[in-house]
């Protein structure tokens, strides 16, 4: 049976290209994507709920499916107000998960982030850590928790320090084996393509993928 997905955080650097293989996937017949604007692309599968964030209840019968993806996310640079912050990477994640699951969704799969952690002293980390504690709460048939490093591919800002790092990874990613494997930087579109996999698996319980694992779901072809 072909599956609807609802999806989160659309035109981010994840949610872009998990769009697009949503829509090229032969086993969703609907993209349903949560959106502030439209996007600038019309697509037969595709649906676009234009909202306000701050009032997603009131939009709530309009947000069903069967796959719920949640790559909403911030940074600082872009959001320095550390409330609207929280926002983005707490309230309307957990806002979204609470609405979908009365609805009849089974699945959520959620973008956090390496070193996620409720007890954290670091502000990211620990609002990563908190979403993904009281994610939990809500009771999903499987929730699928994604924490990628850094994430390689072309960005929409020119950020010179990130790519310099990009591609300082690209040269150190072959030496950090065994344990050192999650830290290696990871191509957009493999965390979007793991996803996707995960998505077409009946699975139940919590799962927590740290990067390498990201990486050996979306390269595997057995």
Known sequence: ???????????GLIGSSLLTQLLDSPEYEAVLVIVRKKLGMEHQKLKQLVVDFERL????KEITGDVVFCCLGT?????PDLDLYRKIDYLYPLDAAAITQANGAKQYHLISSIGA??????FYSRTKGETERDLQSIPFQSIHIYRPSLLDGERKEHR????LMIGVMRVLNPILIGALRKYRSIKIENVALAMLKVSLKDNEGVFIYPSDKIEKIATNTT
């Open 1 to 11: 049976m072909k599956k609807k997905a609802i999806l989160l955080g659309a035109s």
């Open 57 to 60: 209840n009131d939009f709530a």
């Open 75 to 79: 940074t600082k640079s872009k959001t």
């Open 117 to 122: 952690n409720p007890n954290s002293s670091i």
């Open 160 to 163: 010179s320090a990130e790519r």
